[in-house]
């Protein structure tokens, strides 16, 4: 019962949140690199937010740790003015940094260990505890900043690990099973008005990077919890098989962007969406490859739990190499296969 008001409460907020996108004029307009038509508002993170904050309360669903939702609040905050007025790409990535700090200090979530991956036995972090998990903080929540290029695949990329750990939590029993699916009712709403029909009763709204980066946030520090501890459901390996996508997309990205002399946190077309829309898939076909992808990652990762931890992460260092060299390649590939589509993506990169 308290699911469906959660529903409900998700879809009224969503409501008066596309209204109030356009009243204070937080909207996304089509420009070179964006092809959707006319203004769209901004506000789907904080439909998104506001939801799990009143549903928490309203049904008495605690987060993880207390600290942990005041630090959510931050990054909540400091998505909400970069969607305003656009912080530069590395100061917002030092708040994130930052934050992560907190999580891992004051709001009793960080990586204390990363499980047997020399082969020697677990290997406690120590004095890495707080940087690593600050950058895994950083590192994921920008990713899906990152990769939030088409409809609906922030969103998905985002429900996908959490809705793993819910059915892990669910399965086990843990008590914050509850939490987790606080965070996928409104993810699911929100995906309703981002692919649906944009008419009257579900006009289109994006995510925003008060949405992208702060359920990210979450998707982080859910990993860490659920991988650590008493409260483990995964090896802490299998939560780089979760995501994936975004996080193979990021590195690869980046790495891209290195080799051509590019900066590194500028936006271009040089994600792994816009590899394959050049190479002639649609956008709701890219959404459906990329989200199976990420299933089909997601479940490898799961499965691997029966092999040691350093299996694990050398399978999936394989798998990011083969990402990379496909990457790398696919301008060779478009340009054999359809030499007119290759030389109008080339142009494509070339304005953005």
Not at 87 to 104: E, F, K, M, Q, T
Not at 134 to 161: E, F, H, K, R, W
Not at 233 to 246: G, K, Y
């Given at each position: ?175 914050m099973a509850g939490s987790l699916l606080l965070m996928l009712v409104p993810l699911a709403v929100f995906l309703l008005f981002n692919l649906g029909p944009d008419n009257r009763l579900l006009p289109k709204m994006f995510l925003g990077d008060a949405g992208s980066i702060t359920m990210g946030f979450f998707v982080t520090a859910s990993l860490v919890y659920f991988s650590q501890g008493n409260n483990a459901l995964i090896e802490p390996v299998t939560a780089l098989w979760l995501v994936t996508v975004p996080l193979m997309d990021m590195l690869a990205t980046m790495l ?97």
């Amino acid at each position: 019962m308290a699911t469906a008001f959660v529903f409900l409460m998700a879809f009224l907020i969503s409501r008066f949140c596309v209204a109030a996108g356009f009243h204070l004029g937080l909207l996304d307009q089509p420009d070179e690199r964006k092809h959707h038509h006319g203004a769209v508002p901004l506000t789907g993170g904080i439909a998104i937010f506001v939801t799990i904050v009143v549903g928490g309360v309203v049904f008495d669903i605690p987060p993880y740790t207390s600290g942990m939702m005041a630090i959510a609040c931050l990054v909540f905050a400091a998505g909400v003015f970069d969607d305003f007025h656009h912080i530069n790409p590395w100061l917002r990535l030092l708040i994130h940094y930052g934050c992560g700090v907190l999580l891992a200090t004051w709001g009793g979530i960080a990586i204390h260990n990363v499980g047997n991956l020399l082969a020697m036995g677990d290997i406690p972090l120590l004095a890495l505890t707080v940087p690593l998990t600050a950058l895994s903080v950083a590192g994921l929540s920008n990713a899906y900043n990152m990769i939030d290029g088409i409809d609906g695949l922030a969103a998905s990329t985002i429900c996908l690990p959490l809705l793993v750990l819910y059915l892990l939590a669910v399965q086990a029993g843990h008590p914050m099973a509850g939490s987790l699916l606080l965070m996928l009712v409104p993810l699911a709403v929100f995906l309703l008005f981002n692919l649906g029909p944009d008419n009257r009763l579900l006009p289109k709204m994006f995510l925003g990077d008060a949405g992208s980066i702060t359920m990210g946030f979450f998707v982080t520090a859910s990993l860490v919890y659920f991988s650590q501890g008493n409260n483990a459901l995964i090896e802490p390996v299998t939560a780089l098989w979760l995501v994936t996508v975004p996080l193979m997309d990021m590195l690869a990205t980046m790495l891209r962007r290195a080799k051509h002399g590019r900066k590194l946190m500028e936006a271009d077309r040089s994600h792994l969406h816009h590899t394959l829309m050049d190479m002639g898939l649609g956008r709701r076909q890219t959404l459906v490859v990329m989200v199976c992808w990420a299933a089909v990652c997601a479940a490898t990762g799961l499965a691997l739990e029966t092999i040691p931890a350093y299996l694990s992460l050398l399978c999936y260092f394989l798998l990011f190499l083969l990402h990379c060299l496909f990457v790398i390649k696919s301008g060779s590939i478009l340009r054999r296969l359809n030499p007119g589509a290759f030389a109008e993506a080339d142009q494509a990169r070339s304005q953005a």
